[in-house]
């Protein structure tokens, strides 16, 4: 089993998982579930800035070989749940990431199978009231936790200070690539 990140420094389907890429080429499927109405209330085109922001970071931190995961974009109340099972925080946060491998050996999979990476779980109420507090727009901050989940699930961390740096500027160089100005830089 997977355990789920808590990538905070810094129920019912109700939308269909959508697949891109093919298995074998290299181009990674990701699968992007709308979990909860709000995101799409919010945000236009809200799974496609998902997919993108993740093409984004596998281009900048190539996996080997063809890799698979997804994002869903939940509501606080699920993202709770997730956080109180897996962390023992009975409290929602703004993304967190189940690795697959989370440490194991990796799978042995015939060639061209895609690797599962793992899920990326962001809560709609959560990155709305941090986007706000922080005078960001709702999608530069989805763009900006989908790039920090994902890395997670590439193996990076933020524990010791010069992991935390490394991470965050890999994140804004990503970023940047999107058009989104350095979440971590202060507001002028």
Known sequence: MSRARDTRRPGRRTGKARRRGRAGTGSPRV???IEAPEWSRQLHAAAALARRAVREVLAAE?????????VVLADDRAVRR???????????????SFPSQNGRPALRLPPGVPAPLGDVVVACGVAAAEAAAQGK?????????VV???LHLLGH???ADAEAERMEALEAKILRRMGIADPYRAAS
């Open 148 to 150: 920090h989940g994902v």
């Open 157 to 159: 961390d933020h524990e």
């Open 62 to 70: 190539p996996p080997r070989g063809p890799v698979e995961l997804s």
């Open 137 to 145: 727009t709702l999608r530069a901050h989805l763009a900006h936790l």
């Open 31 to 33: 699968a992007v579930l």
């Open 82 to 96: 997730l956080n109180r099972a897996w962390r023992g925080q009975d409290k929602p946060t703004n993304v967190l």
